[in-house]
Structure formats: structure tokens, C-alpha cells
């Protein structure tokens, strides 16, 4: 069995920081792409970041330039940094892993999610 669990989330001034971090456990032979979303109230989700295994990233529009996605292979972890933050970033963030078990089998897990509020 795979987990993936989030922390870091919490409230936070307009123009703060904060550094979310997920770690996978369980049956894990490797993770491939790794990834954050967030879902604000009444929204879909959303994708923020992405990070390939070997540290390739990808942004979304609203982040690039403040958010850094990074990760520990040999920790099998991946962080989010999150800067200069505005109201507009308010929202569940999840974490996102396509993993590959010691069983050979490959798919998509998430994380319970972590919120994370930003005060105007």
C-alpha cells in the first residue's frame, strides 16, 4: 500500500510564505512525475507544479516566478514553496505522485490534502 501525506499547510498574511512538504511511503520502487493541485471552494482543482524524476518543472501561469516545486528522490519527497503569496492562493493543496510499487504496478496516488488560507 502507497500513502502520500501532506503538512505545512496553515494560515498565512498576504505577501508571507509557507513550504508545504509530502512524503510517500509503503511499496514504492519508484516515483515517477510528482506534482501539486489545489481546489479553492466552488472550483475544480487545479494543477500548481509539476516535477519530472529527473527535476525537470513545470508552472502554472499564477504561480510561475513565486512557487518552487522540489523534490528528494532519496527521500521520496516532494516540497512546494510558496511565496510572496496573495489571497487568490487560498485552497486545499494536494499532492500528487505517479508511482510504481515493488508489485510492478504503476498509477496515480494523492494526498489528503492541506489547507492553506491567505489573509488580505
Known amino acids: 500500500q502507497v500513502q502520500l501525506v501532506e503538512s505545512g499547510g496553515g494560515l498565512v498574511q498576504a505577501g508571507g510564505s509557507l513550504r508545504l512538504s509530502c512524503a510517500a511511503s509503503?511499496?514504492?520502487?519508484?516515483?515517477?512525475?510528482m506534482g501539486w493541485y489545489r481546489q479553492a471552494p466552488g472550483k475544480q482543482r487545479e494543477l500548481v507544479a509539476i516535477?519530472?524524476?529527473?527535476?525537470?518543472?513545470n508552472y502554472a501561469g499564477p504561480v510561475k516566478d513565486r512557487f518552487t516545486i522540489s523534490r528528494d528522490n532519496a527521500k521520496n519527497t516532494q516540497y512546494l514553496q510558496m511565496n510572496s503569496l496573495k489571497p487568490g492562493d487560498t485552497a486545499v493543496y494536494y499532492c500528487?505522485?505517479?508511482?510504481?510499487?515493488?508489485?510492478?504496478?504503476?498509477?496515480?496516488?494523492w494526498g489528503q490534502g492541506t489547507q492553506v488560507t491567505v489573509s488580505s
Open positions: 500528487y505522485g505517479t508511482i510504481k510499487t515493488m508489485g510492478g504496478s504503476l498509477r496515480g496516488y
Open positions: 509503503g511499496s514504492i520502487r519508484s516515483i515517477n512525475t
Open positions: 516535477i519530472t524524476q529527473s527535476g525537470n518543472t
